[in-house]
């Protein structure tokens, strides 16, 4: 193949390319007008469907980007955090502070559970021995250690 050959069909793909990059744009551009004159929210999403081309199409033009982020920021005003009022501050000092109790209440009654029942395996054990010194033929338990809920 001669440089000449080459050359040529090195211009023709590279027309080729800017004919089809444009016909992307232009079809960008179309779908977000239409998008606007039909109320639609302006998104990435919602052009790439409407025109049929991809995100990274999108992304990688900086006209169509900005154009898109400037038209979705429109369309969605962030609205101004409302600052809470005295009445909901106080509801939820008094909520923290019952969750606070509850927990506290919880885990105690959890640890005298546990207490309780150690000494419940300490008697068992016990009777279990008692029993067996006297003749009885049960079986002696292995002690278990008893872990964490």
């Known amino acids: ?73 429109q369309a969605r005003p962030v609205p101004a955090p409302t600052p809470p009022t005295d009445e909901q501050s106080t509801l939820v000092l008094a909520l923290t502070g019952q969750i606070t109790r509850l927990k506290k209440q919880h885990r105690e009654e959890v640890q005298a559970l546990r207490d309780a029942l150690e000494q419940a395996h ?15 033929d049960a079986p002696l338990p292995q002690a278990r250690a008893i872990g964490p809920c």
């Open 122 to 136: 300490g008697e068992n054990l016990d009777l279990r021995r008692e029993l067996a010194r006297r003749g009885g």
């Open 1 to 73: 193949m001669t440089d000449d050959a080459r050359a040529k069909r090195t211009q023709t793909l590279a027309t080729a390319a800017k004919a089809k990059s444009q016909a992307k744009t232009a079809a960008a551009e179309k779908a977000i007008r239409t998008l606007v004159k039909r109320g639609e929210p302006i998104t990435f999403q919602a052009v790439q469907r409407e025109a049929s081309v991809s995100h990274a199409f999108l992304y990688n033009h900086p006209d169509l980007r900005g154009r898109i982020e400037r038209l979705r920021s």
